[in-house]
């Protein structure tokens, strides 16, 4: 099993930057594909980023392609999501999450991560 903390939510103007981070225990970590969610006050949770176990594949949503980085640190432990260009609409409880099984490719489906951080807010304010 796999579980993580988020940090480093908070606060922001638009066009702002926010760091991310998760930290997760578990000594299988470095092989679980690792994602990044996000749900909005009365909107469901939705799919922002993933990365593969070894942290060579990495995949965004549309919303976020050219604003947003994902990375992974084996050696610490870390998902990180560096959000830059933040809009009003990035407003949301951030969720890092991790696939339901070891070696499985990273995915955008909700369904395919069963275990979740208690999440982090973000405010990008107009």
């Known amino acids: 099993q796999v579980q993580m903390v988020e940090s480093g939510g908070g606060l922001v103007q638009a066009g702002g930057s926010l760091r991310l981070s998760c930290a997760a225990s578990g000594r299988a970590f470095s092989t679980y594909a690792m994602a990044w969610f996000r749900q909005a006050p009365g909107k469901e949770r939705e799919f922002v980023s993933a990365?593969?176990?070894?942290?060579?594949?990495?995949y965004y949503t549309d919303a976020v392609k050219g604003r947003f980085t994902i990375s992974r640190d084996n050696a610490k432990n870390t998902v990180d999501l560096q959000m830059n260009g933040l809009k009003p609409e990035d407003t949301a409880v951030y969720y890092c999450?991790?696939?339901?099984?070891?070696?499985?490719?990273?995915?955008?489906?909700?369904?395919?991560?069963?275990?979740w951080g208690q999440g982090t807010q973000v405010t990008v304010s107009s």
């Open positions: 990365i593969s176990a070894g942290g060579s594949g990495t």
């Open positions: 999450a991790a696939r339901n099984r070891p070696f499985l490719a990273y995915s955008d489906s909700l369904g395919a991560y069963a275990y």
